[in-house]
């Protein structure tokens, strides 16, 4: 098993910044991908972005790229997710999720993950 813990969220302006962080324990070895996902209210959950756990591989969704910048240090077990540029359409819940799953490409689906995070709360007001 691998539990993860998100922080970071908060309330914001329209056009700043936050940086979230997930810190894994557990069975961390088993890992091969993390990802972080974002839900707005009446909104199905989306993936933002994913790094290979062991690769470094990344990538973003095309409303998150050269404004959001995914990270992971392996020997805090922490991925972190840095959001610049934030509007109101980045709000929504964002939940860190780990694949214990060796894959050609990084998971982007939510199904493909194994265990989640608890969420936390990103609000942009404009």
């Known amino acids: 098993q691998v539990q993860l813990v998100e922080s970071g969220g908060g309330l914001v302006q329209d056009g700043d910044s936050l940086n979230l962080s997930c810190v894994a324990s557990?069975?961390?070895?088993?890992?091969?991908?993390m990802g972080w996902f974002r839900q707005a209210p009446g909104k199905e959950r989306e993936s933002v972005a994913s790094?290979?756990?062991?690769?470094?591989?990344?990538y973003y969704a095309d409303t998150v790229k050269s404004r959001f910048t995914i990270s992971k240090d392996n020997t805090r077990n922490t991925v972190s997710l840095q959001m610049n540029s934030l509007t109101p359409d980045d709000a929504g819940v964002y939940f860190c999720a780990a694949d214990k799953t060796w894959r050609q490409q990084l998971a982007v689906r939510d199904f493909q993950y194994d265990y989640w995070g608890q969420g936390t709360q990103v609000t942009v007001a404009s």
């Open positions: 557990g069975r961390t070895y088993e890992l091969y991908g």
């Open positions: 790094i290979g756990w062991k690769s470094g591989r990344t």
